[in-house]
């Protein structure tokens, strides 16, 4: 068992992932009609070490669903486990061993329910839907967007650099797809630029666009509940 303390890590880094994407990597994937927006990988202590920040900070505090109970209806919707061939909790008791028990030193994610209520404020507060939209990049069948362009309209919203990822669909589309787009916040849940090295060596394709499916064929618009 190891404890880690604040000093092990100095930011948070929030992950929001679009399904469709995620889809792409798993061959076992289910998209619930109730998905239909960005949802929530995780809510990671990082560093800008070669670490990048610590995991699995102790294994004397396993997940308990039953901590957590409030938030799980939005917990499915927004922060889902996509993976029909896993346990349903699965997702959550991996995001809680190899992260959230790193962040337990912090009053504001101290046990359970403060770490993922943390995270579908975040969701809320800096939902991605909503900044995209903003900025006229909307999930389309056809449409393709550069990554440059791309960059710099998450950074006009936000006033800080994020990272944006994107995964080849090789089964499917055989297109580029947006995946993910991480943003950095102090320990006081303030934003600020993601390491330089990780926004520049973004997985998208620079000199090719990438695509932005919708969730579902027939529910093609995006959630804006939060909006």
Known sequence: MSICSAKDWNYFTFAQQWPIAVCAEHKSCFIPDSVVGWGIHGLWPSS????????????????????????????????????????????????????????????ATSNE??????????????????????????????????????EAAVKRELGVDAVIECVYDKEKTKKQLLYEISICLTKEFELISCNKKEVSETTCPRKEPFFYPPVHDDFPQIDISVI
Request: aromatic fraction near 12%.
């Open 48 to 107: 800008d070490t070669e670490s990048k920040g610590p995991e699995n900070c102790n294994g004397s505090w396993p997940f308990d669903i039953n901590n957590v109970m409030p938030l799980v209806p939005e917990l499915k919707k927004y922060w889902p486990n996509l993976y029909p061939d896993t346990k349903a909790n699965s997702f959550w008791e991996h995001e809680w061993s190899k992260h959230g028990t790193c962040a337990t030193s912090l009053p």
């Open 113 to 150: 329910l403060k770490y993922f209520g943390m995270g579908l404020k975040l969701h809320a507060k800096y939902n991605i839907s909503r900044i995209l939209v903003n900025q006229g990049i909307l999930p389309s069948k056809t449409a393709g967007y550069m990554i440059n362009e791309t």
